[in-house]
């Protein structure tokens, strides 16, 4: 499985951005997906997660209310549309995908998702 992460680039607070991660997979159906973030010093953090089917997603508490997660399984792409963007949402973001889990989209672990994109450089300026 391969991910590509894009669409990243500098926004005023406030503004809006939407990334991409497509996937080359032989089922792309098959994988649960989630965005990631990690700071300049801080540990790299959850941002959202996203079903196999898309019916089900889960938020970290900062960005619930202002980012969505989305995935084309036509395309085998996912999509994290960002809005009302804060300072603190800069970041490098990444894409991962999982293997299905006994465990819910929201209650997944940084180690349940076994592979990753390179990162898209995201950057808010106030």
């Known amino acids: 499985v391969q991910l590509q992460a894009s669409g990243g680039g500098s926004v005023q607070a406030g503004g809006s951005l939407r990334l991409s991660c497509a996937v080359s997979a032989r089922t792309f159906s098959g994988w649960r997906l989630g965005w990631f973030r990690q700071a300049p010093g801080k540990e790299r953090e959850f941002v959202a997660g996203?079903?196999?089917?898309?019916?089900?997603?889960a938020y970290a508490d900062s960005v619930k209310g202002r980012f969505t997660i989305s995935r084309d399984n036509a395309k085998s792409t996912a999509y994290l549309q960002m809005s009302l963007l804060k300072p603190e949402d800069t970041a490098v973001y990444y894409c991962?995908?999982?293997?299905?889990?006994?465990?819910?989209?929201?209650?997944?672990?940084?180690?349940?998702?076994?592979?990753w994109g390179q990162g898209t450089q995201v950057t808010v300026s106030s």
């Open positions: 991962a995908a999982a293997p299905l889990t006994l465990r819910s989209i929201a209650t997944m672990t940084i180690t349940d998702y076994k592979f």
């Open positions: 996203i079903s196999r089917g898309g019916g089900t997603t």
